[in-house]
């Protein structure tokens, strides 16, 4: 896991999120949807791999889905190819999100940032109310 000063997440287990074509040559199009594996998340942007070859003009927007701790966040947006392996390719999606939603999907991004910090996770446990009486052990056995 990674933390930037610009909120970028990148995810120690990819999030599953959805993508179809909402739009081409400004004409609204349906399409049937695919699944993607995104794998750092921003606020107004996030990076996925697909073992799609997907067109990456500006005349395409694609609708975005994807859950984020029992969360269901839709955008649209362009993307860009970043990266091509053997059997996938990796895209930077730019999606425009609105005032709240983008504030929402960057509460989400550092709640999920907290989860993937194990060492954040020990520090909080160990101030854990309950957790005084553990290391207490009383013999009443006299």
Do not use: W
């Amino acid at each position: 896991m990674t933390m930037t000063k610009r909120s970028k997440l990148s995810l120690v287990s990819p999030l599953q999120g959805k993508l179809t074509i909402v739009q081409i040559n400004k004409k609204p199009i349906h399409t049937k949807y695919a699944m993607i594996d995104i794998l750092e998340l921003e606020k107004a942007q996030f990076t996925f791999e697909s073992p799609l070859n997907l067109p990456t003009d500006h005349e395409v927007i694609y609708g975005f889905g994807f859950m984020v701790s029992n969360r269901m966040f839709h955008s649209v947006g362009h993307i860009e190819l970043v990266n091509e392996k053997k059997d996938s390719y990796v895209y930077k999606a730019a999606i425009q999100p609105n005032d709240y939603e983008e504030s929402e999907i960057l509460y989400e991004i550092n709640q999920l940032a907290t989860l993937q910090n194990k060492e954040f996770v020990k520090l909080t446990k160990s101030y854990d109310p309950d957790r005084i009486f553990d290391d207490v052990v009383v013999d009443y056995m006299c």
